[in-house]
Every structure is written in structure tokens, then in C-alpha cells.
């Protein structure tokens, strides 16, 4: 499943997300139409003079040398002039003129770990050159069958680089050394696949992501959520329907990640109304719930195989 990054079709500005087509890497050109934001080279200029941008193009030109091939980018979404955010979890920017600086993310892959079994190892590019960020890599994983990107929980390495120095070669290095964890990803996915689980054990993973997903639902005050736990266990295709931990968690993180899901809670005059649930959009919100889910479902292999 996984840059579910998946992460963005409802309330995203028109032309803030791409997606390559048929397992071709996106280009320069692709990337400038739909995410400008890789391309500042310049620091917004509420940045101070110790700040040195790191253009994300200069990094991807430099990994694309390396093997690294982008297959989606997303950007924050901004506040627009006669625009209303969608919502108040969505990664935006609050400073006028900073929509070509803002927060982005791009998932890479190299061209030797695209593999025959549907999945593929990712790295998980994060940058910004308004201030709202440090330039960050994570492990990820893309699993095709449901085009959705993961990103794997804080057991496997994460590069962080600041806005100083020499920032460009920091970040190339650091892609490299998170595509060391890339045969430990591939490992740990292999055994969840070989882990059954019962449906009281599949009920309690989707119980444990209703939480991530909604923390404030049915507190005094709040309202409920717009589904119930079971809703996250709905396969949206037929190869969803087994039973083994890894199934079991791209079914639960497509649902909560990318919404769609509908059920029917009662309003405060006691009246059954129908609800659908968002795709979580922002940025931030979705690599959190992203790596809080596999950080979940590791402990759960760990509890199975005691």
C-alpha cells in the first residue's frame, strides 16, 4: 500500500500532487507542473542569512545519478487568497508569497529494487525551504496492488540534514544509508506475511488505528467518529481477503489513510446521519499515522511470535 504519501486527493489545490503513470518515473517538467515547490533555490525570504536552502531538484538530480527515480510528489496546500482550507490538519502555508517554498514530499525508488512481487522499497523525501522543515528521508515501501505508499515505524534509519552547510552532499549521503535498510524492510515484510491472524486479533489491530485515527471521538464534547473500528477491516479488493499480519495492515492503513469509508452516527437531536470519512491530506498528519501504524503492527508480529 504505502505515499498513499499516499497522502491527498480531497482538499488539495488543483496541480499540489502527481503520481507517475504506468511505472514511469516523472520528470523535471511533470514535477514543475503539479509540485513547484521542488524547485526554489532561493530561501523565503522571512529566512535569516544562516539559512541555506537545499533545492529538492538539485537533490533529486543528483540521486537520479545515483539510481533514484521520483514516482510521486505532493505539496503542502496554501492559503490561498478567497480560499478556505479544507481543514485545519492539512500542511499549509500561513505566510503570504511562501507557496513556492512550501513543504513537500517525494518518494524515490532505485532502479534495482523494483521487484516481481508487487512491492517495492521507497525513500521518503520531506524538504522545505520556508522554514517549516529540515530536510528528511525515510524508509518506505509501495505496494502496488492498491497503489499506496507506506512509510516504515523509527526501527529503521531516518536522515535529517538542516538548512546549513553542505547540505546537497549530506542529503545524497544520507540516501544511501537509508537504502541500507532496504533487504531489513523487505525482511520484516516477508514475516509478516507468514503470521496468521485470528479475527479477535484482527478486530484489536483495527481497534488500536480507530484510536490514531480519531483520539478525540466520543470524548465529552466531541463528536463521534464517522465509522467504527470493524469499518477499517472492509478489503477494498479481492487479494485483501487473507487472513496473514501483512494483509491485515495495508487493508487497516489504506482505510485510515485514504478515507472514502462511510457510516452513520446520531447528531445531537438523536437523528441517524450518514458520515464519510477524510483522506488524511497533510503532510505531517500522514507520515505520523503512517509510521504510528507500522510501529502497531510490529508490535504485533513481536506479540505473535512470543
Known sequence: MGYNFSRFTRGIAPGSRIFAADGEPLSNDM?????????????????SARFAPVPTVTVLDGLRAEGFEPFSAVQARTRAEGFEPFSAVQARTRVEGKAEFTKHMVRLRHRS???????????????????T??????????????????MTGETFSEVKVRHS???????????????????????????WKAITLQDGERLALAESAHILRFPKADQDG????????????????????????????????????????????????????????????GIDQNRSLNRALWLLTQRMAELKSA
Open 113 to 131: 529494487l523494483t521487484n516481481t512481487t508487487g512491492d517495492s522499497f521507497e525513500i521518503v523525501l520531506v524538504n522545505a525551504n520556508d522554514g
Open 133 to 150: 522543515s529540515a530536510y528528511q528521508m525515510i524508509p518506505g515501501f509501495f505496494r502496488f496492488v492498491c497503489e499506496n505508499g507506506l
Open 31 to 47: 514535477l514543475r507542473a503539479a509540485v513547484p515547490s521542488i524547485f526554489a533555490t532561493e530561501a523565503h525570504e522571512s529566512r
Open 165 to 191: 552547510g553542505n547540505a546537497i552532499g549530506e542529503v545524497i549521503e544520507g540516501a544511501y544509508r537509508v537504502l541500507e535498510d532496504a533487504p531489513l524492510v523487505a525482511e520484516q515484510v516477508a514475516s
Open 222 to 281: 466531541e463528536a463521534p467518529a464517522p465509522v467504527q473500528p470493524e469499518a477499517l477491516l472492509r478489503p477494498r479488493r479481492s487479494a485483501d481477503r487473507a487472513t496473514d499480519l501483512w494483509t491485515a495492515f495495508n487493508v487497516v492503513q489504506e482505510n485510515t489513510l485514504k478515507g472514502g469509508l462511510t457510516g452513520r452516527v446520531r447528531n445531537a437531536e438523536g437523528r441517524l446521519q450518514r458520515r464519510t470519512t477524510r483522506e488524511v491530506a
